[in-house]
């Protein structure tokens, strides 16, 4: 019996619920073109050296999709944005991972897919500006892998994105790791230079 309730568990956690129609480009659905960019190691920083090794030829044909696709993408992108794990879906990967049902993994299968919308926004660029209050919601994640990748897509929007400044102040001055911090005064200085300056770091 408790093995059928483990199991049963385990196959809701995976369902996936029904989405609204997605745009598509060249016969691929949005959510395909979103897939190559797991290639890319969470927490690397676009202008690291190191980065364009990662920007495979899947990766560029992927950004190229979401500039065809343009904003229409935005709706559908911010629904993946939104997904979050309930409690109830966290206990149940715990328990699977304990039963060995799946292999431990650092990032959840949600944050996984917040991750691909956020992504996903920043090859959008400007037309990426509608996201901005959710982007700025995200800035303030308990995943720092979500919250840097946000704050990266925040630089894209520039002095649009000043909305965002009092979120990038308190990760500045919070005793997070180096990256976070180096990102979040990134994009300080990117979107409002003269407050960036009052903060002492270059």
């Known amino acids: ?90 206990k149940t990967r715990r328990v699977a991972e304990w039963a060995r049902l799946i292999k431990p993994d650092p990032i959840s299968s949600k944050d996984r897919i917040r991750l691909r919308a956020i992504l996903g926004f920043k090859a959008l660029g400007s037309d990426a500006t509608p996201a901005l209050p959710d982007l700025v919601q995200t800035i303030k994640d308990g995943n720092e892998d979500v919250q840097n990748a946000a704050t990266e897509v925040l630089i894209n929007l520039g002095s649009n994105a000043k909305p965002a400044v009092p979120g990038l102040l308190n990760i500045i001055a919070s005793p997070r790791n180096k990256h976070s911090r180096h990102c979040a005064l990134t994009a300080l200085w990117e979107i409002d230079p003269g407050t960036a300056a009052k903060t002492g770091f270059e």
């Open 1 to 90: 019996m408790a093995i059928l309730v483990t199991v049963g568990c385990f196959v809701l956690y995976f369902t996936v619920p029904n989405k609204e129609p997605e745009p598509e480009y060249a016969g691929k659905s949005l959510s395909e073109w979103l897939k190559p960019f797991d290639s890319i190691p969470r927490g690397l920083p676009t202008k690291s050296t190191f980065y364009s090794i990662f920007v495979t030829p899947e990766v560029i044909e992927s950004i190229d999709a979401l500039h065809h696709i343009g904003p229409k993408a935005v709706p559908y992108l911010l629904i993946m944005l939104r997904t979050r794990d309930s409690a109830f879906q966290k």
